[in-house]
């Protein structure tokens, strides 16, 4: 294994272990996308077209997602972990691989829950959306993780992160409902993944100017 | 092996350093003291490069995986033991051997016994010593150490002296209690 990818391994390492240990992000995130799914069924009324149903069940990973990224950089922030991090000699991308990775685990493990529950209370659930899900999660993790380090060092980060995020993951909800009800979903899922490898390129690069001044 | 000129650091409105001109030998182990808010924290965060200067210049003649830095807060994750914490850092820095490494640390600084505890349960002065080997673990060339003493007991203070008397390391050290180390010091930086 490469130094690089030593790295990456120990700091994702890091983050499940703390999540383990502390358990204060993942149940919060299956609390809420299961609340969120429960409420959407009691709420929409019978006979919804898919694309309404679909709609919702994006509008819940994203916020899920979003309560997860506000949690990612708790323990760094707790006794000034991130700097310590930063002085390290490794390359300081992979600080924001190995938390992306973390993320990237976290949402999967809410939405292995929250697509069974989908398909309980809504309709079945297809490859195309399991795809698109998949394809998505990379896309908000990486774009999620560098927002959360750049709001992780403002004192109104819990109102910065949401305006910084919400936004850029609009173009994810487009296509992922795209790719769950259109008759095409090739094109949309192609979407999805020109936006990973744009944003991933983007943040992986530009890591290192948001964790110093 | 540090050199600054003019060196200026704001934030917003507010002027943490101004015109700073001074220079650390290597080797050399200066002194920076001062009043609350004169900048010795500012100053110790542009030297480490996690801050960049408003105006002025920085040199500084190490590489990043060179510097110790000790900060206010300990930089540590409260909810890994005091080794899974000194390894995390010794597998960043690609010490060899870092297990040994992290134990024989911690038995120096007294938290042998406590190495399997986390450090979120640390006193404030276990805390401090958990830091002080996350700042020596990887043997660094330069020392920029905030407060050093802060939290630590009679015992601990020893140990800290006699860590600093075996290394030569070059070193920029804040401090309150500048008589504490006036024997070991090079030089002072009095900030106003």
Sequence with gaps: ?213 | MIRASQLSKRFGDKRALHGLDFEVPHGGFVLVTGPNGSGKTTLLRLCAGLAAPTDGELEVEAPRGAIGFLAHESLLYGELTALENLDLYGRLYRLPERRERSGAMLERFGLWRARNERAGTFSRGMLQRLALCRTFLHDPELLLLDEPFDGLDAEGTELLHAELSERSATALVATHDPDSLAERATARLVLA
């Design chain 1, 1 to 213: 294994m490469s130094a690089y990818a030593a790295d990456v391994a120990a700091l994702a390492r890091k983050d499940v272990l703390l999540e383990l240990r502390s358990r204060d992000t993942l149940p919060a995130m299956l609390l809420f996308v299961v609340s969120a799914l429960t409420v959407f069924h009691f709420a929409l009324p019978a006979g919804s077209s898919a694309r309404a149903e679909t709609g919702l069940l994006w509008i819940a990973i994203v916020f899920t997602a979003l309560l997860g990224l506000t949690r990612a950089f708790a323990a760094e922030r707790e006794h000034g972990a991130l700097d310590g991090l930063v002085l390290a000699p490794c390359d300081r991308s992979a600080i924001w691989l190995g938390k992306t990775i973390g993320v990237t685990a976290f949402l999967v493990l809410a939405e292995l829950v929250a697509l069974p529950a989908f398909a309980l209370f809504f309709h079945p659930i297809s490859w195309e959306l399991v795809a698109a899900v998949a394809l998505a999660d990379v896309g908000i993790a990486a774009i999620g993780t560098l927002l959360a380090a750049m709001a992780a060092a403002s004192r109104a980060r819990e109102l910065l992160l949401p305006l910084m995020f919400l936004p850029l993951v609009i173009p994810v909800v487009i296509g992922g409902v795209g790719a769950s009800v259109a008759a095409n979903p090739g094109s949309f899922l192609g979407f999805l993944a020109l936006y990973d490898a744009v944003f991933v390129i983007l943040c992986w690069a530009s890591f290192e100017y948001v964790v110093t001044e």
